[in-house]
């Protein structure tokens, strides 16, 4: 009977050792897999800015049609809000802000550095 509750008693759980191994192979996959979705969550930051731009763009030729206004005219937000709805006007995923610029023109974001750009 004592020989049976040992042979148990070795059996049940893990060692110290083999959870250390499994601790650091979750370790070096985790170092692996972050810098590669920082990379695609930025890559996705800026097609969708590029995408907001081309939409700002499109837009302000829009107003600048209905209105008959000149290639130099420049829109302010609020004029083309109407065109987007209420709270819909695009902003920068990476917090970012646009400038509008001249119908002849197109919209700049400051986070062009990071390629956010038309």
Do not use: D
């Not at 959870?19 to 650091?24: D, K, N, P, Q, R």
């Not at 695609?40 to 030729?61: M, P, W």
């Not at 209105?67 to 917090?95: E, I, V």
Request: charged share 15%.
């Amino acid at each position: 009977m004592i020989r049976i509750a040992n042979q148990r008693q070795k059996l049940a759980g893990f060692t110290l050792l083999e959870v250390m191994i499994i601790a650091a192979i979750v370790g070096i996959m985790a170092m692996i897999a972050l810098p590669n979705f920082a990379k695609a969550h930025a890559n996705t930051q800026q097609k969708l800015c590029i995408k907001n731009l081309h939409s700002l763009s499109e837009t302000k030729q829009q107003w600048g049609f209905e209105n008959r206004k000149l290639p130099t005219a420049t829109p302010t937000a609020a004029q083309l809000q109407l065109y987007y709805g209420k709270n819909r006007m695009p902003t920068c995923p990476a917090r970012g802000t646009y400038t509008l610029r001249a119908l002849n023109r197109e919209p700049i974001c400051n986070r062009a550095a990071l390629g956010h750009t038309y």
